[in-house]
């Protein structure tokens, strides 16, 4: 098994003006950056396996701000990491878009699955994001666990392997959605009923079935 702490990164300023910002590359508020190092703090002492981070900055910012409490452990950047592209919604707010897209935005959290910002993503395109990540960097930390000893001699190196990985994956709130609706729920349809706030986490655990279940650190 393996434990997968999905952070989602600090705020922005771009975030606290209620923008849709998507792939747009902002950097984290002020405000951001000490909810980065009070998670940083909390997390210091957890025997972290592995870091990736999306690849735009308000991730990868925080990101490194926990990784100073791990420097043996490098930032692992991954585009499939990001959020949903918002194509030409990006930068504007709500009720901006509302305005001069109405019938769009509408259709879009009617069935966000089908109907894309224009020029942005389906969630389906999402889901393909999350499900290579999942299929490349989580799977073969989950299957390591599963080694036995072939002989005494092997013995330590096998309780190293069979110790639960733990992995954290800075993320967006849209990929954050996804992980509790598709990989915890297994229904789509539920994707907008959690949220997880900017600087907190969701913590899961993958089993050797491939099943998930939410857990504890």
Request: aromatic share 10%; glycine share 6%.
């Amino acid at each position: 098994m393996v434990k997968v702490i999905w952070l989602r990164h600090a705020i922005t300023a771009e975030n606290q003006a209620k923008q849709y910002i998507g792939h747009y590359d902002v950097s984290l508020s002020n405000k951001g950056v000490a909810q980065a190092q009070q998670v940083a703090k909390f997390l210091a002492n957890q025997s972290l396996t592995a870091i990736f981070s999306s690849d735009l900055m308000r991730a990868k910012e925080t990101a490194d701000i926990v990784g100073r409490y791990h420097r043996s452990l490098p930032v692992q950047t991954k585009a499939d990491l990001r959020e949903v592209f918002f194509g030409e919604w990006e930068g504007l707010t709500y009720q901006e878009i509302e305005r001069i897209d109405r019938e769009r935005i509408y259709q879009f959290y009617d069935n966000p699955w089908n109907v894309a910002p224009p020029g942005g993503e389906k969630l389906l395109e999402l889901q393909k994001r999350l499900e290579r990540f999942v299929d490349k960097e989580i799977r073969p930390y989950c299957k390591a666990t599963k080694i036995n000893s072939s002989s005494p001699q092997d013995s330590e190196k096998d309780m190293l392997l069979q110790k639960e990985p733990i992995v954290l994956v800075v993320t967006h709130g849209g990929m954050l959605r996804l992980v509790s609706s598709l990989l915890l729920e297994n229904d789509p349809g539920r994707y907008f009923d959690s949220s997880i706030g900017h600087g907190q986490f969701l913590i899961t655990r993958c089993k050797e079935d491939g099943e998930w279940e939410q857990c504890n650190l």
